[in-house]
């Protein structure tokens, strides 16, 4: 059965990509080049979960600032200001590089 066209750009934008599992269990599509060890975390302003890896001098570096959680029931607003608001007691500082 031949890929509909409007599934066309999904179908290669996610050759580049992995599933991986997060340490609660949870699914996440990350770039290829993830490792383990890589972070996915949340950052206010940005309009998706964004993956970071921990630098030798304990910054980070953006590896990506576009992936995907799977079943998160607050997908709508998981990238929004508010999701970071309301779970501040979670929240961690990240220096990035």
């Known amino acids: 059965m ?3 066209q409007e599934w066309s750009h ?3 934008a996610l050759q ?3 599933i991986a599992l997060l340490e ?5 599509i990350v770039p290829g080049t993830a490792r383990d060890g890589d972070v996915v975390c949340i950052i206010a302003g940005a309009i998706a979960p964004c ?3 921990r630098c030798e001098d ?3 570096k953006l590896i990506s600032g576009d992936c995907h959680v799977f079943g998160d ?3 709508d607003i998981a990238m929004s200001d508010a999701y970071v608001d309301s779970h501040r007691g979670q929240a961690e ?3 990035l590089v």
């Open 24 to 28: 609660n269990d949870g699914l996440v």
């Open 16 to 18: 580049e990509c992995s």
């Open 51 to 53: 993956l970071l890896r």
């Open 93 to 95: 500082t990240f220096v």
């Open 73 to 75: 029931q607050d997908s």
């Open 2 to 4: 031949p890929l509909p």
């Open 58 to 60: 304990e910054c980070w």
């Open 10 to 12: 999904y179908y290669y």
